[in-house]
Nanobody, 122 residues
Framework: QVHLVETGGGLVQAGGSLRLSCAAS????????MGWFRQAPGKEREFVAR????????SYADSAKGRFTISRDNAKNTVYLQMNSLKPEDTAVYYC???????????????WGQGTQVTVSS
């Protein structure tokens, strides 16, 4: 069983930056592909980014490309999401998730954090 805890959310003005962190415990972190998803009010949860076991492969949603960077530190059992040039439409609850395979499909992720709120003001 993997336990995930996200931190780093908050309120930021448009154009600003935030770095989200997700600390994992209870499993062998390096054996999991890690992903970030988000859910805006009134919308379904959507894929944002994912990173492979050692970080050699990354994938982003079109909305995140060029602005967000996913990274991981296996020694610290932590995955990060650096978000730059934030827009009001990035406002959402951001979740990290873990799975065994390289995928962007939400239902394939086995473990989820509780989420952290990101609010971008205009």
């Amino acid at each position: 069983q993997v336990h995930l805890v996200e931190t780093g959310g908050g309120l930021v003005q448009a154009g600003g930056s935030l770095r989200l962190s997700c600390a994992a415990s209870g499993g062998t972190f390096s054996t999991y592909v890690m992903g970030w998803f988000r859910q805006a009010p009134g919308k379904e949860r959507e894929f944002v980014a994912r990173i492979s076991w050692r970080g050699s492969s990354r994938s982003y949603a079109d909305s995140a490309k060029g602005r967000f960077t996913i990274s991981r530190d296996n020694a610290k059992n932590t995955v990060y999401l650096q978000m730059n040039s934030l827009k009001p439409e990035d406002t959402a609850v951001y979740y990290c998730a873990a799975c065994r395979t390289i995928t962007t499909i939400e239902k394939d992720y086995e473990y989820w954090g509780q989420g952290t709120q990101v609010t971008v003001s205009s």
